[in-house]
């Protein structure tokens, strides 16, 4: 046979050459010059049960088979195995598998089926705990027994019966938790007036902690919106600036005091796009040069619309807006101005030329440069969400310092209950400014819009910036726009940053070395919250305790007098007594008010254009909504005879860890880092109140890990119990793998 043929470089045939140990219990390739070595390795733990299924398709009815439609089993085997037993036979008994093989048949299964009689064991017999189940062919056939089980044994009501009583449960607990002062109050229904989370929040604060004056509604483009200059407008302007001579007093809505204004016999007064005061070499007639940039449609530019009589958004023809724009450039000329017209259509012909050069120093490049720049501030601009970052691709851990992951226990929350805030309305500041001093603080505490010169060299940055549709911590405008990887050498003009930030961030960032250059607005606020008295401390505490007493008492609790110190030094801590009686974990409840915590600080946040549909069966209703002022209608479709859907729209203070822990950072996320900590002096202390930096591995060490990029990694860690784990964490997504 082929099999006993001797090979042609071993003297030896396989049959000759492949022998069995009864000492290890394997089978081994035979080599006279490298004996076999009858040692046993240490394995790591692992618990298998594997299982296989038998079917038929038929069955007897009256003496006669019958052809079933489907396989149904007849027979399913188990065997169980784990690091002990591997190497012995099946039949002895294991400390960790117990009895090792198990057959599952209708003659052993009673009434029940044999699948039923195989699910009732596997998920309910506790010695199964912590194995890994594998079958024959599960993703093509075994598995689908084990799904059919499942989805049977749930009741065909069970799962609208969880949902009455969880909605009931919680519910109540609701309205307990928000009921005031007056005994006759019922609390607040979350399902009445609320269909999230979030506005239910906003309603409980709004109801019972929102204090009059104290939080003024804004408009949502900020306070100078009617100085209506396009992006579009803005760009062309300050490029003409850079690249044309005699246009560099050329005043615009960057400038100080904003666009030119000119008044107007009638107490009236026109806003200047863009504006060249006279020199004293011009006649004294000459008042100055006017730009006017002019968007096509809103200025009914006959090019781009021949037909005249058609509507504009204003509600008046191309004719009549495109009469009142040359009406308004005749009465300038007539008080001695001179009237420069750029259409916007010109503008973007001039760009797409340009692009087609590829030139990196001409307006479409600018444009692309600054396409985030406007004139005037607006708030959401220094909203810029959270900061990741990776600082070490590889980290591997080294004598004398451990792998710390450490959290900031609740953030947010945090920051509500214990930061400052404004209070009212903010005050508008566009020009006049104070002086702001190099190295000080800056004179306003608010939002200011602001160009900003970084320092040349700075570990960590300080000022967030969009650039390409990214967020960037940069040191260098011209840098994040170009991707550059290479030694930045641009000048200080092209480092500068423009943007819109809160005075917390300039004056941190003051500190660490950057320059105001130029403030464009401030929104200042005179008066602010003590940062133990945070306009939403009230809230927050009331949800707090909720979290607190569902989490159960900590492990070093075991005794009446450890129950007693918890909640003293818990009140001590955070000023919130807790209620013994209540303290017992509970994972939904808890979960409940920690969402309660996380989702309402972004309600005051929310952007005010995302679409909202509203159902009416009324014409009164449909007009209303069609008719209401400042709402866009973006569809209407009937469901029906009676039903009309329509969607409409409505038109960092934990950045200096980072500073503290310089080149040991390893990974940091908006309210988590991982770093390297010197054994010995460990540089940020841990706690578990509120605010407080929580060990994110409970006593786990990691032993090394690998940064992909943000949101991206993997680490490879010992956990108290010395067991090896690794994490893997893409995105949302984070899985532990044990080993």
């Known amino acids: 046979m082929q099999h006993k043929e001797k090979q042609r470089q071993n003297k030896y045939s396989r049959c000759e050459g492949f022998k069995f140990c009864e000492i290890c219990k394997k089978g081994y390739e035979y080599n006279s010059k490298k004996p076999h070595n009858c040692l046993l390795h240490e394995w790591a733990k692992f618990r298998f049960l594997l299982w296989d299924v038998e079917t038929v398709q038929s069955t007897l009815d009256n003496g006669e088979i019958k052809l079933l439609d489907k396989h149904t089993p007849n027979c399913i085997v188990v065997q169980k195995v784990c690091e002990q037993c591997y190497g012995s036979r099946i039949n002895r008994q294991c400390s960790n598998c117990g009895t090792r093989q198990k057959i599952f048949t209708y003659a052993n299964c009673g009434q029940l089926t044999v699948t039923e009689k195989f699910c009732e064991w596997l998920f309910s017999d506790k010695t199964n705990k912590g194995y890994t189940a594998l079958a024959h062919y599960g993703s093509g056939f075994d598995h689908f027994f084990i799904m059919d089980y499942i989805h049977k044994a749930l009741a065909e009501d069970e799962d609208v019966a969880l949902l009455r009583e969880g909605v009931l449960a919680y519910r109540k607990m609701q309205m307990e938790l928000t009921k005031d002062s007056d005994e006759n109050s019922l609390g607040l229904d979350p399902f009445q007036n609320c269909v999230t989370i979030a506005s239910f929040c906003m309603l409980v604060f709004k109801t019972l902690f929102l204090k009059p004056d104290t939080i003024a509604n804004i408009p949502e ?23 044309k001579a005699g246009y560099d007093q050329l005043q ?6 904003g666009e030119h204004k000119i008044e107007l016999d009638n107490g009236k007064f026109y806003l200047c796009d863009g504006f060249i005061p006279p020199t004293p070499e011009d006649d004294p007639h000459f008042m100055g040069t006017v730009i006017e940039v002019n968007g096509c449609h809103v200025h009914g530019h006959e090019k781009c619309y021949p037909n005249r009589e058609d509507l504009a958004l204003n509600g008046k023809t191309h004719k009549q807006n495109y009469e009142a724009t040359m009406k308004k ?21 001039e760009v797409k030329e340009d692009r087609k050069t590829g030139s990196e120093n001409g307006i479409a490049a600018f444009f692309k440069e600054f396409h985030n720049l406007t004139g005037s501030l607006e708030i959401r601009d220094a909203f810029f969400g959270g900061h990741t970052e990776v600082f070490r691709v590889l980290a591997q851990k080294i004598d004398g310092f451990v792998i710390r992951y450490l959290d900031i226990c609740s953030l947010y929350p945090f920051v509500n209950r214990s930061k400052s805030y404004p209070i009212g309305a903010p005050i508008t500041i566009s020009e006049n400014f104070k002086e702001f001093r190099e190295g000080e603080d800056i004179p306003y505490k608010g939002i200011i819009r602001c160009s900003v010169d970084p320092p040349p060299n700075l570990r960590f940055p300080v000022l967030p910036y969009r650039q390409n549709d990214r967020l960037f911590f940069t040191l260098c405008r011209k840098c994040s726009h170009m991707e550059n990887k290479e030694k930045c050498e641009h000048s200080t003009e092209e480092r500068r940053l423009h943007g819109t930030w809160t005075h917390f961030e300039l004056n941190h960032a003051i ?22 008295g945070s306009l939403f401390k009230d809230y927050i505490d009331t949800y707090l305790k909720v979290k607190q007493e569902a989490s159960g008492y900590p492990r070093w609790v075991q005794t009446d007098e450890d129950k007693l110190k918890y909640i003293d030094d818990y009140f001590n801590a955070m000023g919130i007594r807790l209620d013994p009686s209540k303290i017992s974990k509970n994972e939904g409840l808890r979960w409940i008010a920690k969402l309660a915590l996380n989702s309402f600080w972004g309600k005051l946040g929310q952007r005010a254009d995302l679409t909202q549909t509203e159902y009416v069966k009324d014409r009164a209703d449909l007009w209303k909504l069609v008719t209401t002022h400042g709402q866009r209608i973006v569809s209407m479709q009937m469901y ?13 203070y934990a950045r200096t860890l980072l500073e503290k822990i310089g080149a040991n950072a390893i990974y940091s996320d908006t309210d988590s880092i991982i770093f390297y900590d010197p054994v010995d ?17 409970d006593g786990g060490e990691i032993v090394e890990i690998v940064c992909a990029g943000p949101k991206a990694y993997a680490f490879k860690w010992i956990d108290s119990d010395l067991y090896e784990r690794n994490r893997t964490h893409l995105y949302e997504d984070s899985r532990d793998h044990a080993r």
């Open 221 to 243: 483009k900020g306070y100078r919106a009617f100085q209506k200059t396009s992006r579009q407008a803005l760009l062309k302007l300050l490029y003409m600036k850079k690249t």
């Open 252 to 257: 615009t809505k960057m400038s100080p005091g």
């Open 329 to 349: 450039e005749q009465t300038l000329k007539r008080m001695g101005y001179e009237v420069i017209t750029i259409w916007g259509c010109d503008i973007d012909k």
């Open 511 to 532: 500190a660490r070395g950057y320059k105001i250059h130029h403030v464009v607005e401030v929104l200042h606020w005179d008066e602010w919250t003590a940062e133990e």
């Open 640 to 652: 029906g005879e009676f039903v009309c859907a329509v969607r409409f729209q409505l038109e960092d």
């Open 681 to 697: 002096s460990p540089l940020l202390p841990t706690g578990s109140n509120l605010g407080d930096l929580t060990d994110e591995l």
